[in-house]
C-alpha cells in the first residue's frame, strides 16, 4: 500500500481516530523497524546458549535419584497433597 492510499484511508477516520492514528505513527519513529544486523553476533545460537548455560551453572535437583520421569511425577505429587493436606498416604500413591 502507498502513503497516498493510506492517507486517503486515514481521511475516512473521525477526527479522534485520525489523532490516534497520527500519535502512534509518530511514536513509532522511536522504534526500529528491523534489527541492526551490525550489532548481532556472527556465532551460532546454540554456542551462545551453551555459554549462558555455564554462565547458569548446575541446577540443584530436588530428587535426583528418581530417574523415570512418571515416578517423579508421582513421588512430587504425592509430596505435595502431604504438605497441604498432611496425609499420611503418600506413598501409597506411588504405587497407583
Same mark, same amino acid.
Given at each position: 500500500?502507498t502513503?497516498?492510499?493510506?492517507?486517503?484511508?486515514?481521511?475516512?477516520? =473521525?477526527? &479522534? +481516530?485520525?489523532?490516534?492514528?497520527?500519535?502512534?505513527?509518530?511514536d513509532?519513529?522511536?522504534?526500529p523497524?528491523?534489527?541492526?544486523?551490525? +550489532?548481532?553476533?556472527?556465532?551460532?545460537?546454540?554456542?551462545s546458549? =551453551? &555459554?549462558?548455560?555455564?554462565?547458569?551453572?548446575?541446577?540443584?535437583?530436588?530428587?535426583?535419584?528418581?530417574?523415570?520421569?512418571?515416578?517423579?511425577?508421582?513421588?512430587?505429587?504425592?509430596?505435595?497433597?502431604? &504438605?497441604?493436606?498432611?496425609?499420611?498416604?503418600?506413598?501409597?500413591?506411588?504405587? =497407583?
Amino acid at each position: 500500500m502507498t502513503v497516498a492510499e493510506l492517507l486517503h484511508e486515514a481521511y475516512t477516520l =473521525n477526527p &479522534q +481516530e485520525r489523532k490516534t492514528l497520527a500519535k502512534l505513527l509518530i511514536d513509532s519513529l522511536d522504534v526500529p523497524t528491523r534489527p541492526d544486523f551490525a +550489532e548481532m553476533p556472527d556465532e551460532h545460537w546454540g554456542k551462545s546458549l =551453551n &555459554q549462558l548455560m555455564e554462565e547458569i551453572g548446575t541446577i540443584e535437583m530436588r530428587y535426583p535419584d528418581i530417574e523415570d520421569p512418571v515416578a517423579w511425577a508421582k513421588y512430587h505429587r504425592a509430596e505435595q497433597r502431604r &504438605q497441604r493436606f498432611g496425609q499420611s498416604d503418600a506413598g501409597e500413591s506411588l504405587q =497407583n
